[in-house]
């Protein structure tokens, strides 16, 4: 691995369902972040977690959860998907304090049926 | 909370002209300033950023200045060139720890040749 990856690429999922993005990365941030992208509305936070064991929530968390068991992944689930939910979600993560450039995963574009 | 505006949302400018897009941010504690460039299709990537102890950083043909009285900041592009095509953001957060980061709406830079 080299960097931040997200999987999958993309995704079709029918409304109710249970669906799990993947973050990874192997720079050592101890800063991961949740983004989605809707066109006009730039990029929103959903959740974040500033180290391994603690998450907060972003701008706009409702339907999501995350979990934050170790340094490396930072998953995202959303327990039962909506229309609305359909968007590009980018993964990021920052490093050590005083380094705030943020680094972006590919990208999971997400439609819900 | 932090609330960063953003104009204009779509800016064409001929090839050799200059660019400028224009922020303001509310929290008056922010002090660090990122710049990402988006390709279409691509995950965003820092291009340049500023903080409050200084008032203007210049890389090459991109250069930000910073206004903290007034509370907003500006990225300019000298001789823009086709391959500068793309969305543009800005985002303000805290400097020195693992501070979120509010991003801006975006601006659609379209350079004509």
């Known amino acids: 691995i080299a960097g931040i990856t997200q999987a999958p690429t993309s995704q079709i999922l029918a409304a109710g369902r249970r669906m799990t993005l993947r973050c990874t990365q192997d720079?050592?941030?101890?800063?991961m972040y949740w983004y989605r992208q809707d066109l006009g509305l730039g990029l929103r936070l959903i959740h974040y977690?500033?180290?391994?064991?603690?998450?907060g929530k972003g701008e706009v968390p409702d339907g999501y959860s995350v979990s934050r068991a170790n340094t490396d992944d930072f998953p995202l689930t959303l327990a039962s998907a909506v229309p609305s939910q359909t968007s590009v979600y980018f993964c990021?993560?920052?490093?050590?304090?005083?380094?705030?450039?943020?680094?972006f995963g590919p990208g999971t574009r997400l439609t819900v049926l | 909370g932090e609330n960063v505006e953003q104009h204009p949302s779509t800016l064409s400018v001929q090839e050799g002209d200059s660019a400028v897009i224009k922020c303001t941010y509310s929290?008056?504690?922010?002090?660090?300033f990122p710049w990402y460039k988006q390709e279409l299709g691509k995950r965003p990537q820092l291009i340049i950023d500023?903080?409050?102890?200084?008032g203007e950083k210049k890389d090459q043909r991109i250069a930000v200045t910073l206004n903290k009285t007034a509370k907003h900041f500006s990225l300019h592009i000298t001789e823009t060139q086709p391959e500068d095509s793309a969305v543009y953001f800005c985002?303000?957060?805290?400097?020195?720890?693992?501070?979120?980061?509010?991003f801006g709406t975006g601006t659609k830079l379209q350079v004509i040749p």
């Open positions: 990021a993560s920052s490093g050590v304090a005083g380094d705030n450039e943020q680094f």
């Open positions: 720079m050592r941030h101890n800063a």
């Open positions: 977690s500033n180290t391994a064991g603690t998450t």
């Open positions: 929290d008056s504690a922010s002090n660090y």
């Open positions: 500023i903080r409050s102890n200084v």
């Open positions: 985002a303000a957060s805290i400097a020195g720890g693992y501070q979120k980061v509010t």
